[in-house]
């Protein structure tokens, strides 16, 4: 089987999908921003029950955010050949 060659964006295409990226990156920062508020405000009110739920939903935004840093990596990589 042939492999199908792929033909990089055009950079129409690439301010697109940066610019989706940023928004979504952006919305994630602020999710991140209001998550740690809310589990500080529970923790320091003496609610402990929160801080690892907290912490793992930080960790799987951070995770959502490196992987856009890795596709846009890839994506960089392949403009240039």
Known sequence: ????????F???????????MLVFVIMLVVLQL????ATMNAWLGGDASLVWPG???SAAALGLNVGLYGYLRRMERARRG
Request: proline share 8%; glycine share 4%.
């Open 34 to 37: 209001w998550l740690l508020t």
């Open 55 to 57: 912490a793992l939903a």
């Open 1 to 8: 089987m042939k492999p199908v060659a792929r033909r990089p």
């Open 10 to 20: 055009t950079r129409d295409q690439r301010t697109t999908i940066i610019s989706g």
